[in-house]
């Protein structure tokens, strides 16, 4: 039997009369609110960080690969704006939170942004509302943090209030897939929760994908994510051992690569990055501790994976030593401080901890990145620099450049010109006389 609180959340997410409420608006609850606006739902942005929603309400966009021009014709046709008042959350039909969820100093989860969002948001939830959780996060969140919540409010979830977890997977400048265009998998704490989110999403995703429970929907997201941690993890083991066996192992994967079934590439690089795949493998290895289970993959890619950064700065060191020079006082180049190609995105960058072993150990370090005219303020890293513009004389001068992220605006001819000893991270450049591959 319906009820009157999910037939009429039903009819005004079927007919887009619903007012969608995103909250978080970083990378990704700043693309999903332009979706649902660009599909005609009127959306109402909430952020504690007060630049963000002055940004949105004057149409100005604080991601690179987010145009501007969305967001001010979403303005100008008034379906999206933002608040830093929490209050409205009651006018909201759904609210989808997209708020951090990082690890604390003792790399536990840290559900403090979910909690502290939840915490403002209770005051104002009522009676017909859909609540999606996004963040990242472990197996139990919804049903053992959120749902407890919510019924000390009074409500019934699945009867009067309707509670889901539905995965981003958004991919920060990848050409291919877009909000829409990207399946999308969620799980409801009941049945009629899971009607009502497939309903929510339906209406701008292509694909909806229900799974059985949030704990699924949650599993889900941390399976991609440990997939990919302990592939590139595998791929970060055989790179020392191709190289000293001689035998390049991009071309390897290449090959590999041909085969039409049962292999999946990955690449090697300097360490991992982003928000996502140093980060959540870690949140199923704290939750397995209280199945008194250990998660051995995961230690092991992540035991792999952290220790790369200071492979890059052995073989720097090598390789400098081949040419009777201490890594102590030589003038270094790093290329790309992004934490992935082709984004002006640096949380977790390996890069940024290749800069500093580097000059830890004396070397003086520079560096040049199209996204990034200035070392950008980060949390627990600070570099006082500004990007090099590249030229021939800028590479020649520097003892040895380092490329760390792969850029497609970089001009890789004109670095393997003129730079005298060339790091590559990346397996960009051929195997040559001045290239070490690290
Ligand atoms: N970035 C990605 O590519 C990506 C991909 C898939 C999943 N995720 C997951 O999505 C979630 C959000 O990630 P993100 O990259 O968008 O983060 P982000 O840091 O870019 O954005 C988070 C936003 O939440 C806001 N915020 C923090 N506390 C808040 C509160 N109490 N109330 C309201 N707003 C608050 C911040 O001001 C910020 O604007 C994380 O769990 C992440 O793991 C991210």
């Given at each position: 039997m319906l009820t009157m609180s999910k037939t009429t959340l039903l009819d005004r997410l079927q007919s887009k009369h619903a007012l969608i409420s995103v909250v978080g608006l970083g990378y990704v609850g700043l693309p999903l609110s332009l979706t649902y606006a660009e599909k005609g739902f009127r959306v109402l942005g909430i952020d504690i960080d007060p630049n963000k929603v002055k940004a949105i309400n004057s149409g100005i966009?604080?991601?690179?690969?987010?145009?501007a021009e969305r967001i001010a014709k979403a303005n100008l046709e008034k379906s999206f704006c933002a608040t830093?008042?929490?209050?409205?959350?009651?006018?909201?039909?759904a609210l989808i939170l997209c708020v951090p969820t990082p690890l604390n100093q003792y790399r536990e989860p840290d559900l403090s942004f979910i909690r502290g969002t939840m915490a403002s948001l209770l005051p104002f939830l009522r009676q017909g509302q859909i609540l999606s959780l996004e963040s990242t996060t472990y197996p139990g969140t919804t049903e053992e943090e959120l749902r407890p919540m919510i019924e000390d409010r009074g409500f019934v979830i699945g009867q009067d209030f309707f509670l889901i977890y539905s995965p981003e997977r958004e991919d920060p400048?990848?050409?291919?897939?877009?909000t829409s265009t990207i399946p999308k998998v969620l799980g409801g704490s009941t049945s009629a929760c899971t009607h009502v989110g497939i309903a929510l999403y339906e209406q701008v995703i292509n694909q909806v994908v229900p799974v059985s429970s949030t704990r699924a929907a949650e599993m889900t997201k941390l399976l991609e994510n440990i997939h990919r941690a302990v592939n590139i993890g595998l791929m970060n083991e055989l790179k020392p051992l191709a190289e000293r066996m001689g035998i390049d192992l991009y071309e390897v994967i290449r090959a590999a690569a041909?085969?039409?079934?049962?292999f999946v590439p990955y690449y090697p690089g300097p360490g991992l990055g982003g928000h996502c795949i140093p980060i959540d493998p870690f949140y199923l290895t704290w939750k397995a501790r209280e199945y008194g289970m250990h998660t051995r993959f995961i230690e092991l890619a992540g035991e792999i994976n952290t220790a790369m950064p200071a492979y890059v700065v052995q073989q720097t060191a090598d390789a400098l030593n081949r040419c009777?020079?201490?890594?102590?006082?030589s003038r270094l180049l790093v290329l790309g401080i992004a934490y992935k190609k082709n984004v002006d995105d640096m949380r977790e960058s390996p890069a940024v901890e290749v800069m500093e072993l580097l000059a830890a150990k004396g070397a003086a370090v520079q560096y040049s990145d199209p996204f990034f005219d200035v070392f950008p303020p980060m949390r627990e890293h600070s570099f006082d620099l500004h990007s090099l513009p590249l030229s021939a004389e800028v590479l020649a001068g520097f003892d040895a450049v380092v490329l760390t992220t792969d850029h497609d605006a970089f001009d890789y001819g004109l670095i393997e010109q003129h730079a005298p000893l060339l790091i590559d991270t990346r397996g960009r450049f051929s195997p040559g006389p001045k290239v070490v591959k690290a």
């Amino acid at each position: 039997m319906l009820t009157m609180s999910k037939t009429t959340l039903l009819d005004r997410l079927q007919s887009k009369h619903a007012l969608i409420s995103v909250v978080g608006l970083g990378y990704v609850g700043l693309p999903l609110s332009l979706t649902y606006a660009e599909k005609g739902f009127r959306v109402l942005g909430i952020d504690i960080d007060p630049n963000k929603v002055k940004a949105i309400n004057s149409g100005i966009s604080y991601i690179q690969h987010i145009n501007a021009e969305r967001i001010a014709k979403a303005n100008l046709e008034k379906s999206f704006c933002a608040t830093t008042d929490f209050s409205r959350a009651s006018e909201a039909d759904a609210l989808i939170l997209c708020v951090p969820t990082p690890l604390n100093q003792y790399r536990e989860p840290d559900l403090s942004f979910i909690r502290g969002t939840m915490a403002s948001l209770l005051p104002f939830l009522r009676q017909g509302q859909i609540l999606s959780l996004e963040s990242t996060t472990y197996p139990g969140t919804t049903e053992e943090e959120l749902r407890p919540m919510i019924e000390d409010r009074g409500f019934v979830i699945g009867q009067d209030f309707f509670l889901i977890y539905s995965p981003e997977r958004e991919d920060p400048g990848n050409a291919h897939f877009n909000t829409s265009t990207i399946p999308k998998v969620l799980g409801g704490s009941t049945s009629a929760c899971t009607h009502v989110g497939i309903a929510l999403y339906e209406q701008v995703i292509n694909q909806v994908v229900p799974v059985s429970s949030t704990r699924a929907a949650e599993m889900t997201k941390l399976l991609e994510n440990i997939h990919r941690a302990v592939n590139i993890g595998l791929m970060n083991e055989l790179k020392p051992l191709a190289e000293r066996m001689g035998i390049d192992l991009y071309e390897v994967i290449r090959a590999a690569a041909t085969k039409p079934f049962g292999f999946v590439p990955y690449y090697p690089g300097p360490g991992l990055g982003g928000h996502c795949i140093p980060i959540d493998p870690f949140y199923l290895t704290w939750k397995a501790r209280e199945y008194g289970m250990h998660t051995r993959f995961i230690e092991l890619a992540g035991e792999i994976n952290t220790a790369m950064p200071a492979y890059v700065v052995q073989q720097t060191a090598d390789a400098l030593n081949r040419c009777r020079k201490a890594l102590n006082g030589s003038r270094l180049l790093v290329l790309g401080i992004a934490y992935k190609k082709n984004v002006d995105d640096m949380r977790e960058s390996p890069a940024v901890e290749v800069m500093e072993l580097l000059a830890a150990k004396g070397a003086a370090v520079q560096y040049s990145d199209p996204f990034f005219d200035v070392f950008p303020p980060m949390r627990e890293h600070s570099f006082d620099l500004h990007s090099l513009p590249l030229s021939a004389e800028v590479l020649a001068g520097f003892d040895a450049v380092v490329l760390t992220t792969d850029h497609d605006a970089f001009d890789y001819g004109l670095i393997e010109q003129h730079a005298p000893l060339l790091i590559d991270t990346r397996g960009r450049f051929s195997p040559g006389p001045k290239v070490v591959k690290a």
